[in-house]
């Protein structure tokens, strides 16, 4: 495979990212057995309480250490509003360097491309992309059509607002789904508008395996959008319909967590 | 893929398969890489090697990683409060970052942790044989190596393993360079290079003279000057002594972002003249001589607290030693010290003495390789030579790079042997090449690198190699 490698950084060198208090939730379970270590990284609006919910504790009962980091901003670790996607991966990368092995990377929605950026920076076991929000004008406008009142704002450097029918399927108790929408939080601007307008991720170091999930009657992200996302990985996305966006919190959430599981299961250990 | 764990096995399959040209048997590890060292510079050869689909066997001779930042290890130049020069984000591993709530410039303790984690996280104790020392290593048919190992310090019989590829990753900061002083043998007081300095409190209430104006040098005469009960530093040429802080940042940072600004060389020199003049001003004044030099073209020396005890009169500078008596030491300006302690903190040489220097481009005259990009040999396409830099900045971003484009070059010698071609004839037409800029020629400083020049030849040279 021939991919354009990027030593220099001098940028980088030069101005570090600050360090902040980073909150990562873990759950482990009682005897290791060698499995790599989950890192669940949270999108845009949520926090490492959406992995918490349900797919920390599985994942754990079916052996394998998984953590949630919220990123800097979120809700639990330190406040950020001038945080930028750079910032933003530096955290994936400073939390996933702490494990004691090498870690799988699990983004969802915007997550997915925090940790698309952040495995040009540290070579993950394997990374998982769930539902990912890669940005760029065709999901604006998508998020457009479907909510234009909590997305018009965005455009503009305001705040997004999203609703319940774009993150839930409607097989989500109304309770549970007003619980989530509770307590989403709101991105930084910066990172907001990096969404739109930023870079493309640079190449996996490493080389991991990757996989994407999605539904197809996710109402945030477009279906070719996903298929794109899973195509720059060499793959097609792993699809659950009848799923909102937020595939870790919606009734069926089960269903998407095993499938990764199992993925990883079968998936060959290097080295 | 083979890894180190059957290698008891492949040995026995395979004892019978060849001979040495002493006609001693030799197992065949395959495609197998032979790393030599566990080290900074090993592990992330190790690394780099597995990631790409290699299996390795790394030869340490000390029962645990880290090498010259391990201090248990009997050849590890570290003191007790040895701290980094190159501030954090410039000595990590670019893909596995120190915590960044670490200082800037960490403790050698928490480098040594950092390396034990790096070990750790990518499972790389299981490639490494402890307690083992190379003893030769030779090139055999189809590019490939015998390798000659024993337990270290000489114990039971020695065993040959032949590998596709070598990667020499064993320091350069072990082997002292102690120059040669008339009348040192006779001298009375007490002499030791600065590799057998561990602890401030072998200078407490003595009086001291340091030779050397390295950073080790500068170090060592900084705690003289807090313990000792008086210090001379006795430099041969004059230095510029650059903090470890200006403008607030560790300064090496603010260097590199000057560099990324694409400020050109002259003016960052200017601005940094002009930053010491603000600061510490004329360092004659203390008894310095005037650098012959601007800043930038030696081996950068960072030291906040050597101007300081020179302003408090507790480092005393002096011209270089000429002559040792037996109570006392002649200085080259006539002037006599009576010094009770003299440490020589007069650098090291690299060595390499299970390997034939002509492989390495050395004819044994100067003791000098003659590399390509300092890691490549002409005519070897499958020996690299890791961590053999002398870099104004951390080291180990040099050696993962060169490991990362060694392991592309052995993956390429199978899927892209046009290319490997190319790569072998520029080794050829261009060992030897300098990444330092003009930087004064000394001894020391031939294999000095500027990490930008270095880092962006690498850059080319693996772009070259993967390019379409």
């Known amino acids: 495979m021939t991919q354009q490698v990027r030593i220099m950084r001098g940028w ?34 949520h926090g490492a309480w959406a992995f918490a919910e349900h797919w920390l504790g599985h994942a754990a009962a079916r052996g394998f250490p998984a953590h949630a980091l919220s990123l800097r901003g979120q809700p639990g670790s330190d406040p950020a509003p001038e945080a930028t996607l750079r910032a933003y991966a530096h955290d994936v990368v400073q939390v996933a360097a702490s494990l004691p092995r090498q870690a799988v990377l699990v983004g969802h929605g915007a997550g997915a491309l925090v940790v698309a950026h952040a495995l040009a920076r540290y070579p993950a076991r394997a990374a998982v ?14 998020a457009l059509r479907r909510n234009p009142l909590g997305t018009l704002p965005a455009l503009f450097g305001g705040r997004l607002r999203v609703s319940r029918a774009q993150l839930f399927g409607r097989e989500l108790p109304g309770e549970d789904a007003r619980r989530h929408l509770a307590r989403l939080g709101h991105p930084a601007r910066r990172a907001q508008w990096q969404l739109l307008f930023g870079r493309e991720p640079e190449p996996a170091v490493g080389d991991p395996p990757v996989l994407v999930l999605g539904s197809p009657d996710d109402r945030i992200l477009p279906g070719p959008a996903l298929t794109r996302a899973a195509r720059r990985y060499g793959s097609a996305p792993l699809l659950f319909p009848g799923m909102g966006h937020d595939l870790m919190l919606d009734a069926r959430w089960r269903e998407p967590v095993d499938a990764l599981l199992d993925w990883l299961e079968k998936e060959p250990s290097r080295g | 893929m083979t890894t180190s764990t059957d290698h008891g096995r492949s040995d026995l399959e395979s004892s019978s398969l060849a001979l040495t040209r002493d006609g001693r048997s030799v197992s065949d590890r395959g495609d197998t890489v032979c790393v030599i ?26 029962t645990g990683v880290g090498g010259a930042w391990n201090w248990r290890h009997d050849r590890s130049p570290v003191y007790a409060s040895t ?7 410039f000595t990590q591993f670019p893909d596995f970052p120190m915590p960044d709530d670490w200082p800037d410039y960490p403790h050698h303790s928490q480098l040594l942790s950092y390396l034990e984690r790096y070990a750790e996280h990518f499972d790389l104790r299981r490639h490494v044989w402890f307690g083992t020392e190379v003893v030769r290593v030779e ?15 000489g114990y039971g019989p020695e065993r040959t393993s032949q590998y596709a590829a070598v990667v020499i990753a064993n320091g350069h900061n072990w082997s002292p360079k102690l120059p040669d002083y008339e009348g040192l043998a006779e001298f009375r007081g007490e002499a030791m290079h600065a590799s057998s300095y561990q602890d401030p409190a072998q200078l407490r209430g003595k009086r001291v003279l340091v030779v050397g104006a390295g950073n080790t040098g500068c170090d060592i005469a900084v705690e003289a000057a807090q313990q000792a009960s008086r210090c001379w530093h006795a430099t041969r040429r004059s230095y510029w002594y650059a903090p470890k802080y200006v403008l607030g940042r560790p300064v090496d940072q603010v260097n590199d972002v000057l560099l990324a600004l694409r400020v050109p060389r002259r003016v960052r020199q200017w601005l940094y003249h002009l930053t010491l003049r603000l600061t510490v001003g004329d360092l004659t004044r203390f008894g310095l001589a005037r650098p012959d030099h601007r800043m930038l073209e030696t081996h950068p020396i960072v030291n906040s607290q050597l101007v300081h005890y020179l302003g408090h009169g507790r480092i005393t500078p002096v011209p270089d030693p000429v002559r040792f008596h037996p109570h006392s030491v002649e200085l080259a300006d006539g002037r006599r010290i009576d010094p009770e302690l ?27 390789p003659v590399l390509w990009l ?6 070897h396409p499958t020996l690299a030579v890791a961590g053999l830099v002398q870099p104004d900045s951390g080291m180990f971003p040099l050696s993962h790079w060169q490991t990362v484009l060694f392991a592309r070059l052995l993956r390429s010698r199978v899927t892209r042997p046009g290319r490997v071609a190319g790569f072998a004839a520029a080794v050829v037409a261009r060992a030897g090449e300098r990444y330092a800029g003009p930087v004064r ?3 020391r400083h031939w294999f000095e690198v500027g990490h930008v020049d270095y880092l962006r030849a690498l850059q080319r040279a693996l772009h070259d190699l993967e390019a379409k």
């Open chain 2, 374 to 379: 300092n890691a490549f040999a002409p005519n």
């Open chain 2, 342 to 368: 003299v440490v020589f903190a007069t650098g090291y040489l690299p060595r390499f003495d299970f390997l034939d220097p002509k492989i390495l481009g050395d004819d044994g005259t100067v003791g000098r």
């Open chain 1, 12 to 45: 980088e060198w030069g101005r570090p990212v600050r360090p902040v208090r980073r909150e990562v939730l873990d759950a482990v379970p009682g005897l290791d057995d060698g499995r790599p270590p989950l890192l669940f990284v949270p999108g845009f609006g």
């Open chain 1, 129 to 142: 992309l769930v539902a990912p929000v890669f940005g760029g004008w065709g999901t604006a406008l998508a």
């Open chain 2, 139 to 153: 090139p055999a048919d189809g590019d490939r190596w015998d390798v000659t190992t024993r337990s270290t310090g």
């Open chain 2, 37 to 62: 060292g566990a080290g900074a510079s090993g592990l992330t050869a190790i690394k780099n090697l597995t990631e790409h689909g290699f299996g390795v066997d790394c030869y340490e001779r000390e």
């Open chain 2, 83 to 89: 701290h980094l020069i190159s501030s954090r984000p």
């Open chain 2, 441 to 443: 020629d000394s001894s």
